[in-house]
């Protein structure tokens, strides 16, 4: 069983950055696509952005590029969102999520198995 665990949210200022962490086990995910989604309260789930871990193509929600970068540790198992110049509209809970098909999809009903989620605040 896929198990996803995120880590490193928190409480930051506007215009600073986090590192979001994704530890995946249970699983073989060489061909496996893993996305980061996020949620804020009352909104719906919205895709964030994605990498194929058989050949680290990535792709990003347009209103996030250049803020927002995904990167993955293959040995590890483990993806990363490093989100920089943060806005108070990015507060959000951060969900990893896992795809067993290399192919980014941006809707949540393709993606497999999901982590718990990790609160992100940006203070103003």
């Known amino acids: 069983q896929v198990q996803l665990v995120e880590s490193g949210g928190g409480l930051v200022q506007a215009g600073g950055s986090l590192r979001l962490s994704c530890a995946a086990s249970?699983?073989?995910?060489?061909?496996?696509?893993m996305a980061w989604f996020r949620q804020a309260p009352g909104k719906e789930r919205e895709f964030v952005c994605g990498?194929?871990?058989?050949?680290?193509?990535?792709y990003y929600a347009n209103s996030l590029k250049g803020r927002f970068t995904i990167s993955r540790d293959n040995a590890k198992n483990t993806v990363y969102l490093q989100m920089s110049s943060l806005k108070p509209e990015d507060a959000a809970v951060y969900y990893c999520?896992?795809?067993?098909?290399?192919?980014?999809?941006?809707?949540?009903?393709?993606?497999?198995?999901w982590g718990q989620g990790t609160q992100v605040t940006v203070s103003s």
């Open positions: 990498i194929m871990l058989s050949d680290g193509s990535t």
């Open positions: 999520a896992a795809a067993r098909h290399s192919f980014i999809w941006t809707v949540t009903n393709k993606y497999d198995d």
């Open positions: 249970g699983g073989t995910f060489s061909s496996y696509t």
